[in-house]
């Protein structure tokens, strides 16, 4: 139900903006869930792509390190040994006013962090395959935030265009339909006042003049 207002002119004039300016908000929130959507769906591909990556990366990785512990007993001291990698660096990038994040990993030379004499090839495996690992996993969690933000941000913008398409903007046509109704027959009934007086001034005219 339409919202009731005075129907004045200046009420029209000010629904009348009000109006114009849903329109425009709706046309930019249409215009940018559309962005939003476009550069998440870019981004679905690749989360698909590095998920099964990932997933071949770990299974390899942990498979390595079974064997590892197997051929080698409790590998426990060397895996102490590798130091922390604090290569990650993180900055952000602006889409439509969504802070999407930007994951920077440096590769620290670090060497090979146990003793060759007390390690075997399967460690070696096992060191290589986890650093795959990792680097996988930082570029994941880079794109999945970044589509948790969106699709986030889709939402907001989507309610935001339903409430204006399905609430205000029918709301203030109808005000505005109803003040210029309201106002279109007031002018009507002015404008038979104003004949009634003229016709009596008239008729009073030419009594005066018998």
Do not use: H
Not at 20 to 37: F, H, P, W
Not at 77 to 102: A, C, F, H, Q, W
Not at 130 to 148: D, G, M, P, S, W
């Amino acid at each position: 139900m339409a919202k009731q207002v005075i129907p004045t002119k200046g009420n029209l004039i000010a629904t009348k903006k009000s109006l114009d300016l849903a329109r425009v908000g709706y046309d930019l929130l249409d215009k940018k869930r559309n962005v939003l959507i476009k550069e998440m769906m870019s981004l679905l591909d690749d989360v698909k792509m590095i998920r099964d990556e990932i997933t071949v990366s770990y299974d390899r990785a942990y498979k390595a390190l079974e064997e590892a512990n197997i051929s080698n007993g409790l590998i426990k001291t060397m895996v102490m040994n590798v130091p922390i990698d604090d290569g990650l660096s993180i900055k952000y990038r602006s889409v439509m006013g969504v802070e999407l994040p930007k994951v920077s990993y440096t590769k620290n030379d670090v060497g090979i962090a146990y003793d060759f004499e007390a390690a075997n090839s399967y460690i070696d495996y096992t060191y290589i395959y986890f650093i795959r690992a990792k680097e996988l996993t930082v570029k994941l969690v880079e794109v999945e935030n970044a589509v948790y933000r969106l699709a986030n941000e889709i939402r907001k913008t989507q309610k935001r265009a339903n409430a204006l398409m399905n609430i205000s903007i029918p709301q203030l046509s109808a005000n505005v339909k109803m003040i210029t109704e309201a106002l279109e027959e007031k002018e009507r009934e002015e404008f038979s006042r104003q004949k009634v007086i003229k016709a009596n001034k008239q008729r009073q005219a030419q009594k005066e003049l018998l």
